[in-house]
């Protein structure tokens, strides 16, 4: 089975430009999130997505970060400006199910993004 | 709030020692997950366990082992006969309600197994 993709691996980009990044979820699996990981910490959710439908963006800065799963398979996730403080890793999780209590999230290899 | 705590950044130990990484956590649901993660120098988080807040029996997978404690509010991870192999950062995450998909993860602990 495979795993979880994304792309592009690195992006350096200056700050004020836009970016995206795209993730290919496991065949079948209805739950895709998107994770900001910074350097040092833990990742943080930033969208969660239940086939097409957004179930929690709470977390998410709206003002200048969007995202969408089109068709509930692969999704793409957008900042637009980037600002200095965006740098991080962004991880792309699916799972088969509804609650992330019931299945296991399977992570892709997530995007490496520096602004600078 | 949730929230999840790490307090070993780094640990550093010598192949074939035993280690255990601590994780200690805050909820007010009495219902709750918590997992651990593994993330390689390739940067993928792999699946290690996940374990409901009506579950306190411990568990055993191989070399690893975990002991989940409500009275502490902990759940920490044990390597057994640890590997250079293992060498990687581990989170402890933790989510709370059942239908709740707001994982919270710690800051992480950075394992280094030397040779």
């Known amino acids: 089975e495979a795993g979880v993709a994304q792309s592009p691996r690195y992006k350096i980009i200056e700050k004020r430009q836009s970016v995206a990044f795209w993730c290919n979820p496991i065949s079948g699996h209805a739950t895709l999130y998107w994770y900001q990981q910074i350097l040092g910490q833990g990742p943080k959710l930033l969208i969660q997505f239940q086939n097409n439908g957004v179930v929690d963006d709470s977390q998410l800065p709206k003002d200048r970060f969007s995202a969408e799963r089109l068709k509930g398979v692969d999704s793409t996730l957008k900042i637009q400006p980037a600002k200095l403080e965006d740098s991080a890793v962004y991880l792309c999780?699916?799972?088969?199910?509804?609650?992330?209590?019931?299945?296991?999230?399977?992570f892709g290899p997530g995007t490496r993004l520096t602004v600078t | 709030a949730q929230k999840v705590t790490q307090a070993q950044t780094e640990i550093s130990v010598v192949e074939k020692e035993d280690v255990t990484l601590d994780c200690v956590y805050e909820t007010r649901d009495t219902t709750y997950y918590l997992f651990w993660y593994k993330q390689p120098p390739s940067g993928e988080l792999v699946f290690l366990i996940r374990r409901n807040s009506f579950d306190e029996q411990n568990e055993i997978s191989g070399r690893y082992s975990w002991n989940f404690q409500k009275s502490t509010s902990s759940f920490n991870f044990t390597i057994t006969a640890s590997q250079v192999v293992d060498s990687a950062v581990y989170f402890c995450a933790l989510s709370e309600g059942y239908n709740n998909n707001d994982m919270r993860f710690g800051a992480g602990t950075r394992l280094t197994v030397k040779p």
């Open positions: 999780a699916s799972h088969r199910g509804a609650a992330v209590g019931t299945y296991e999230q399977y």
